[in-house]
């Protein structure tokens, strides 16, 4: 992964899909291809949570943060977007 001229390489040992930094970089959302999106610290990688969703299709799906840093959105695998709080 690069983010703004700095580079970062990690392993996450799952499959994984889609990833993105949050807001003020300092969380990263990746898309797990299993029961939803998992947020890590970033740059440690310590999960912090686990937003679920139900998944029927396993495809990579999209994630943001809002700039406002209280909601989370992705899409789904069912044409319908997912919000979390």
């Known amino acids: 992964m690069v ?3 700095c580079h970062f390489h990690s392993v996450l040992m799952y499959n994984s899909g889609y990833a993105s ?3 003020n970089g300092k969380l990263l959302l990746v898309s797990n291809l ?3 999106i998992d947020e890590f610290q ?3 990688l310590e ?3 686990t937003f679920t969703h139900p998944i029927e299709m396993n495809c990579i ?6 700039p406002s840093g209280n909601l989370i959105v992705a ?3 069912n ?3 997912w919000v979390f709080n």
């Open 34 to 36: 299993k029961d939803g």
């Open 75 to 77: 899409g789904g695998d």
């Open 79 to 81: 044409g319908f977007a």
């Open 61 to 66: 799906l999209q994630t943001r943060s809002l």
């Open 21 to 23: 930094l949050n807001h």
């Open 42 to 44: 970033f740059l440690s």
């Open 47 to 49: 999960k912090v949570q």
């Open 3 to 5: 983010f703004d001229n």
